[in-house]
């Protein structure tokens, strides 16, 4: 039998809508319990340094008040690295950013900041924090988070949901490789970035994979067929895919 899989929700933007506007609503707090409630197995927020839709004191009443485990989504710089070792959450996934773009537009360089990174992952796995890595299907990245000493990386699938066709088969075959590399290196591997439900599938059937995070397309549906149903949905295909795949 496959082993499950876990999903994990990033709730950031329902912290957009909100600060579209500006006040209290919609909650993100009120949005990751109903994922709990829905059959999320975490929850994911990141925190940017410009604070486009998480805000500090979102982390800070997660922090408060989650019952199921918070995935800290961070840059990779002295400011993030203290707040993560101030609220101490299950775990930190370092991601790229850049101040001009939309949505993180692709993996992290682990192997060109192997220096910077280095002590910044020391620091935080020494707090008892699950050190992650956001990065591509790639072996020279993935050879770098183990020198790292992360237990843990993210593949982005952004470009696998942006594809079609031929292309597109391409990119899910390179996903394929890159997992089954983690599971021969001994990390565990994680996927997220721009999965729908017409996309999930033939990701979550990948058996080296232990967790999916997806956000923004769940926070869109929502607004058709409420956020409970939309992840419910997201819960039922991942449950299928995997079963499939035995």
Known sequence: MAQSLRLGVNIDHVATVRNARGGKLPDPLRAAALATKAGADGITAHLREDRRHIVD???????RELTIPLNFEM???EEMVRIALRHKPHAACIVPE???ERTTEGGLDAAGQHNHLKPMVARLRDAGIRVSLFVEADERQLEAAVTLGVPVV???????????????????????RGAAL?????LECHMGHGLSYADVGPVAAIPEVRELNIGHFLVG??????????????????????KGST
């Open 182 to 186: 983690c599971g021969r290196l001994g």
């Open 75 to 77: 840059a990779a710089t």
């Open 154 to 176: 993210e593949l982005h699938t952004g470009r696998y949901c942006e594809l079609e066709g031929a292309a597109q088969k391409a990119e899910l075959e390179r996903l394929r």
């Open 221 to 242: 549906e929502a607004i058709f067929v409420g956020l409970e149903v939309a992840i419910r949905e997201m819960r039922r295909l991942i449950d299928e895919a995997r």
């Open 98 to 100: 850049k101040r001009e």
């Open 57 to 63: 004191a979102d982390i800070e009443a997660l922090m």
